[in-house]
């Protein structure tokens, strides 16, 4: 099967570095160097203490920058040393596993390295869970396959959970793709009571479907935020009827598989109206609509919530 890689080179609407790809081009090629490129420019929302750092509340909002462009202004903002100077735990942007992953596939496209963001679950966070996560995947020319890379995963995260496994080649059953934990589930080989926010008790099928149209807009580069809720997403802890399951089946084989007919991905994701990330999203967190940063002219207005 022939690769076409157009889509994971070329920077996406999220991934796009805007004025500061110079600075980005003067940094070291290759995943390990960028990836620890990114863990010195970020801090986890709800890790600042393994670092003797405590996060004030308001810098929570920093999470919650959707394109990569404007997440380098506000680190730049910050410190204007160039990119590969690693700054002090207090300086670094405030973010999640999505903030990561955006900016580690914005720094490989532009060093000519194919790479996408993927939205699953991460089995490497609390035994006997799956937890919501994202990584990015990436391909190894020299192995002709594609790889998952988490950036989130410095020398701290991995002395605090204990991982053994390459953070920058992430075993695939430690890693779920939404799609694949989907069929897990469907085939009665994983609980999904087990996937989601664990210990916000957020999880569930519902949940899975979701990650599952995240995933799909993710390949279509369209990476949004894991809180972003539109179109057919369930509410949570909505049952969904056979019909619907059926069709998230379907949609759950095609992000399995993206590179067997990378065209329909794209084309099911932009003419599906279930699908579409619209120009009005609901952020779940803050409860309320906000531009989604993608422009369509058939979006809601900003006072209605999405269609679910």
Same mark, same amino acid.
């Given at each position: ?19 500061? /790809?110079?600075?980005? =081009?003067?940094?070291?090629? !290759?995943? $390990? @160097?960028? #990836?620890?490129?990114?863990? +010195? ?61 955006? /900016?580690?596939?914005? =720094?490989?496209?532009?060093? !000519?390295? $194919? @790479?996408? #963001?993927?939205?699953?679950? +991460? ?80 999880? +569930? ?104």
């Amino acid at each position: 099967m022939a690769i076409e890689f157009a889509d994971y080179l070329r920077p996406g609407v999220m991934t796009a570095a805007g004025e500061h /790809l110079a600075l980005i =081009l003067e940094l070291p090629g !290759g995943v $390990p @160097a960028l #990836a620890k490129v990114v863990q +010195g420019l970020m801090m986890h929302e709800f890790f600042g203490s393994a670092y003797g750092v405590e996060i004030p509340s308001e810098r929570s909002s920093e999470s919650h920058i959707r394109p990569v462009a404007e997440m380098l202004t506000r680190i730049l903002a910050r410190d204007a040393r160039p990119l590969g100077v690693s700054r002090p735990p207090e300086s670094q942007l405030v973010g999640v596993c999505r903030n990561y992953v955006v /900016l580690l596939v914005s =720094l490989l496209r532009a060093h !000519g390295i $194919p @790479a996408r #963001a993927r939205c699953g679950f +991460g089995k490497y966070f609390n035994p006997g869970y799956c937890e919501d996560h994202w990584v990015c995947e990436y391909w190894r020319t020299d192995e002709s396959r594609w790889a998952l890379a988490d950036p989130q995963f410095d020398n701290v995260w991995c002395a605090a959970l204990g991982i053994r496994h390459d953070v920058l080649d992430v075993p695939r059953d430690q890693f779920l793709v939404a799609g694949e934990a989907w069929r897990l589930c469907r085939a009665g080989e994983l609980d999904p009571a087990t996937c989601g926010i664990c210990r916000g008790d957020l999880r +569930g099928e519902w949940f899975v479907a979701g990650n599952v149209i995240r995933d799909l807009a993710a390949l279509a580069n369209r990476e949004m935020l894991p809180w972003d809720v539109w179109g057919a997403m369930p509410q949570p802890g909505e049952p969904l009827r056979s019909e619907i399951a059926a069709w998230f089946d379907q949609l759950a084989a095609l992000s399995q598989c993206p590179d067997e007919s990378p065209n329909s991905v794209r084309e099911t994701c932009e003419n599906d109206q279930r699908l579409r990330v619209p120009d009005v999203v609901f952020n779940a967190v803050r409860q309320r609509p906000e531009r989604s940063g993608i422009n369509n002219s058939t979006a809601p207005a900003m006072h209605d919530p999405p269609t679910r």
